[in-house]
T-cell receptor, first 115, second 111 residues
Framework: DAMVIQNPRYQVTQFGKPVTLSCSQT?????MYWYQQKSSQAPKLLFH???????NEADTPDNFQSRRPNTSFCFLDIRSPGLGDAAMYLC??????????????FGPGTRLTVT | GQQVMQIPQYQHVQEGEDFTTYCNSS?????IQWYKQRPGGHPVFLIQ?????EVKKQKRLTFQFGEAKKNSSLHITATQTTDVGTYFC???????????FGSGTRLQVQP
Protein backbone atom coordinates (compact mmCIF):
# COMPACT_ATOMS: atom_id res chain seq x y z
CA ASP A 1 0.00 0.00 0.00
CA ALA A 2 1.16 3.50 -0.81
CA MET A 3 1.95 5.30 2.38
CA VAL A 4 3.94 7.78 4.42
CA ILE A 5 6.54 6.21 6.70
CA GLN A 6 8.35 7.88 9.56
CA ASN A 7 11.36 6.60 11.40
CA PRO A 8 11.95 6.21 14.20
CA ARG A 9 8.52 6.20 15.85
CA TYR A 10 10.07 7.19 19.16
CA GLN A 11 13.29 9.11 19.63
CA VAL A 12 15.00 10.09 22.83
CA THR A 13 17.81 12.59 22.63
CA GLN A 14 19.83 14.60 25.10
CA PHE A 15 19.60 18.32 25.49
CA GLY A 16 21.77 19.89 22.80
CA LYS A 17 22.52 16.63 20.96
CA PRO A 18 21.65 16.81 17.25
CA VAL A 19 18.90 14.52 16.05
CA THR A 20 17.53 13.60 12.62
CA LEU A 21 14.04 12.36 11.89
CA SER A 22 13.19 10.76 8.59
CA CYS A 23 10.16 10.51 6.38
CA SER A 24 9.62 8.52 3.22
CA GLN A 25 6.65 8.20 0.93
CA THR A 26 5.56 5.84 -1.80
CA UNK A 27 2.78 8.14 -3.03
CA UNK A 28 5.04 10.07 -5.41
CA UNK A 29 3.59 13.32 -4.11
CA UNK A 30 5.39 16.52 -5.02
CA UNK A 31 4.92 18.29 -1.69
CA MET A 32 6.26 17.16 1.67
CA TYR A 33 5.57 18.91 4.98
CA TRP A 34 6.99 18.80 8.48
CA TYR A 35 4.71 19.65 11.38
CA GLN A 36 5.34 19.91 15.09
CA GLN A 37 2.45 18.92 17.32
CA LYS A 38 2.47 19.39 21.08
CA SER A 39 -0.05 17.85 23.42
CA SER A 40 -3.63 19.07 22.91
CA GLN A 41 -2.54 21.47 20.17
CA ALA A 42 -3.00 21.67 16.44
CA PRO A 43 -0.19 20.65 14.12
CA LYS A 44 2.12 23.59 13.53
CA LEU A 45 3.80 23.76 10.15
CA LEU A 46 7.58 24.10 10.34
CA PHE A 47 8.40 24.05 6.63
CA HIS A 48 7.59 22.27 3.42
CA UNK A 49 9.12 21.31 0.13
CA UNK A 50 7.14 22.12 -2.97
CA UNK A 51 9.03 19.87 -5.39
CA UNK A 52 12.61 21.00 -4.70
CA UNK A 53 11.64 24.45 -3.46
CA UNK A 54 12.10 24.83 0.28
CA UNK A 55 9.53 26.98 2.11
CA ASN A 56 10.29 27.95 5.66
CA GLU A 57 7.58 29.28 7.97
CA ALA A 58 8.47 32.70 9.34
CA ASP A 59 8.37 31.58 12.96
CA THR A 60 10.31 28.32 12.58
CA PRO A 61 13.48 28.53 14.70
CA ASP A 62 16.85 28.28 12.96
CA ASN A 63 17.47 25.22 15.09
CA PHE A 64 15.25 23.28 12.69
CA GLN A 65 16.55 22.37 9.26
CA SER A 66 15.31 20.09 6.54
CA ARG A 67 16.66 18.17 3.55
CA ARG A 68 14.89 16.53 0.67
CA PRO A 69 17.44 14.54 -1.33
CA ASN A 70 14.80 13.10 -3.68
CA THR A 71 11.05 12.93 -4.19
CA SER A 72 10.59 10.07 -1.76
CA PHE A 73 12.60 11.16 1.25
CA CYS A 74 12.62 14.14 3.56
CA PHE A 75 14.59 14.70 6.75
CA LEU A 76 14.12 16.96 9.74
CA ASP A 77 17.30 17.96 11.55
CA ILE A 78 17.20 19.53 14.98
CA ARG A 79 20.66 20.93 15.55
CA SER A 80 20.54 21.56 19.28
CA PRO A 81 17.33 20.22 20.80
CA GLY A 82 15.97 22.01 23.81
CA LEU A 83 13.40 20.79 26.30
CA GLY A 84 10.78 22.84 24.48
CA ASP A 85 11.33 20.83 21.31
CA ALA A 86 9.85 17.69 22.85
CA ALA A 87 6.80 16.98 20.71
CA MET A 88 5.29 14.76 18.06
CA TYR A 89 6.77 15.48 14.63
CA LEU A 90 4.47 14.71 11.76
CA CYS A 91 5.43 14.36 8.13
CA UNK A 92 2.74 14.83 5.50
CA UNK A 93 2.56 14.73 1.73
CA UNK A 94 0.20 16.01 -0.91
CA UNK A 95 -0.22 16.50 -4.60
CA UNK A 96 -0.54 20.24 -4.72
CA UNK A 97 -2.65 21.71 -7.45
CA UNK A 98 -2.56 25.42 -6.72
CA UNK A 99 -4.58 27.47 -6.10
CA UNK A 100 -6.79 25.03 -4.24
CA UNK A 101 -4.44 22.59 -2.60
CA UNK A 102 -5.26 18.96 -2.01
CA UNK A 103 -5.65 16.66 0.95
CA UNK A 104 -2.58 15.86 2.99
CA UNK A 105 -1.54 12.35 3.94
CA PHE A 106 0.12 12.15 7.32
CA GLY A 107 2.65 9.67 8.57
CA PRO A 108 2.30 8.10 12.03
CA GLY A 109 4.68 10.63 13.54
CA THR A 110 7.89 10.51 15.58
CA ARG A 111 7.56 11.29 19.26
CA LEU A 112 10.66 13.14 20.38
CA THR A 113 11.72 13.20 24.02
CA VAL A 114 14.52 15.51 25.14
CA THR A 115 16.27 14.63 28.38
CA GLY B 1 -1.18 35.54 8.24
CA GLN B 2 -4.36 33.61 7.85
CA GLN B 3 -6.06 32.61 11.11
CA VAL B 4 -8.80 30.10 11.65
CA MET B 5 -10.76 29.97 14.90
CA GLN B 6 -12.46 26.75 15.92
CA ILE B 7 -15.03 26.16 18.64
CA PRO B 8 -15.76 24.54 20.96
CA GLN B 9 -12.40 23.40 22.28
CA TYR B 10 -13.91 20.33 23.87
CA GLN B 11 -17.26 18.55 23.88
CA HIS B 12 -18.45 15.58 25.88
CA VAL B 13 -21.65 13.91 24.64
CA GLN B 14 -23.65 10.83 25.39
CA GLU B 15 -23.62 8.22 22.67
CA GLY B 16 -26.49 8.93 20.29
CA GLU B 17 -26.39 12.69 20.78
CA ASP B 18 -25.44 15.03 17.97
CA PHE B 19 -22.19 17.04 17.80
CA THR B 20 -21.17 20.14 15.89
CA THR B 21 -17.86 21.96 15.58
CA TYR B 22 -17.47 25.36 13.95
CA CYS B 23 -14.66 27.05 12.12
CA ASN B 24 -14.46 30.79 11.44
CA SER B 25 -12.10 33.07 9.57
CA SER B 26 -12.01 36.85 9.18
CA UNK B 27 -10.89 36.44 5.57
CA UNK B 28 -12.41 34.64 2.61
CA UNK B 29 -11.08 31.12 2.29
CA UNK B 30 -10.20 29.45 -0.99
CA UNK B 31 -11.15 26.11 0.46
CA ILE B 32 -11.39 24.32 3.78
CA GLN B 33 -10.43 20.80 4.74
CA TRP B 34 -11.45 18.69 7.72
CA TYR B 35 -9.27 16.15 9.49
CA LYS B 36 -9.85 13.69 12.31
CA GLN B 37 -7.15 12.66 14.75
CA ARG B 38 -7.83 9.71 17.00
CA PRO B 39 -6.13 9.66 20.41
CA GLY B 40 -2.50 8.66 19.86
CA GLY B 41 -2.94 8.79 16.10
CA HIS B 42 -2.20 11.14 13.26
CA PRO B 43 -4.56 13.46 11.37
CA VAL B 44 -6.62 11.74 8.70
CA PHE B 45 -8.25 13.68 5.90
CA LEU B 46 -12.04 13.66 5.89
CA ILE B 47 -13.17 16.09 3.23
CA GLN B 48 -12.46 19.27 1.28
CA UNK B 49 -15.00 22.02 0.62
CA UNK B 50 -14.43 24.49 -2.17
CA UNK B 51 -17.68 26.11 -3.29
CA UNK B 52 -19.67 28.80 -1.54
CA UNK B 53 -22.58 27.23 0.36
CA GLU B 54 -21.33 23.71 -0.32
CA VAL B 55 -22.79 20.86 1.74
CA LYS B 56 -21.30 17.38 1.71
CA LYS B 57 -22.31 14.28 3.60
CA GLN B 58 -20.41 11.20 4.63
CA LYS B 59 -22.79 8.80 6.36
CA ARG B 60 -23.52 10.51 9.71
CA LEU B 61 -21.15 13.44 9.05
CA THR B 62 -22.38 16.64 7.36
CA PHE B 63 -19.92 19.31 6.29
CA GLN B 64 -20.90 22.85 5.33
CA PHE B 65 -19.03 25.78 3.82
CA GLY B 66 -20.57 29.19 4.40
CA GLU B 67 -21.98 31.36 1.66
CA ALA B 68 -19.28 33.96 2.24
CA LYS B 69 -16.58 31.22 2.45
CA LYS B 70 -15.55 32.48 5.86
CA ASN B 71 -16.94 29.72 8.01
CA SER B 72 -17.49 26.00 8.01
CA SER B 73 -19.05 23.38 10.23
CA LEU B 74 -18.95 19.66 10.82
CA HIS B 75 -22.05 18.01 12.26
CA ILE B 76 -22.19 14.42 13.45
CA THR B 77 -25.61 12.86 13.86
CA ALA B 78 -26.11 10.23 16.54
CA THR B 79 -22.53 10.00 17.75
CA GLN B 80 -20.87 6.65 18.34
CA THR B 81 -17.84 5.78 20.44
CA THR B 82 -15.86 5.40 17.23
CA ASP B 83 -16.30 9.15 16.66
CA VAL B 84 -13.99 9.93 19.59
CA GLY B 85 -11.04 12.10 18.60
CA THR B 86 -10.06 15.64 17.74
CA TYR B 87 -11.55 17.25 14.67
CA PHE B 88 -9.52 19.93 12.93
CA CYS B 89 -10.53 22.30 10.20
CA UNK B 90 -7.72 23.54 8.00
CA UNK B 91 -7.75 26.39 5.52
CA UNK B 92 -5.55 26.38 2.46
CA UNK B 93 -3.43 29.53 2.21
CA UNK B 94 -2.75 30.15 -1.46
CA UNK B 95 0.15 32.50 -0.65
CA UNK B 96 2.01 30.01 1.50
CA UNK B 97 0.68 27.00 -0.43
CA UNK B 98 0.09 25.37 2.92
CA UNK B 99 -2.67 24.66 5.41
CA UNK B 100 -3.49 26.69 8.48
CA PHE B 101 -5.08 24.43 11.06
CA GLY B 102 -7.80 25.45 13.47
CA SER B 103 -7.19 24.71 17.12
CA GLY B 104 -9.34 21.58 16.99
CA THR B 105 -12.36 20.30 18.87
CA ARG B 106 -11.86 17.26 21.06
CA LEU B 107 -14.90 15.01 21.12
CA GLN B 108 -15.50 12.55 23.91
CA VAL B 109 -18.43 10.14 23.59
CA GLN B 110 -19.85 8.50 26.70
CA PRO B 111 -21.23 4.98 25.98
Amino acid sequence: DAMVIQNPRYQVTQFGKPVTLSCSQTLNHNVMYWYQQKSSQAPKLLFHYYDKDFNNEADTPDNFQSRRPNTSFCFLDIRSPGLGDAAMYLCATSVDLAPLGREQYFGPGTRLTVT
Amino acid sequence: GQQVMQIPQYQHVQEGEDFTTYCNSSTTLSNIQWYKQRPGGHPVFLIQLVKSGEVKKQKRLTFQFGEAKKNSSLHITATQTTDVGTYFCAAYDTGRRALTFGSGTRLQVQP
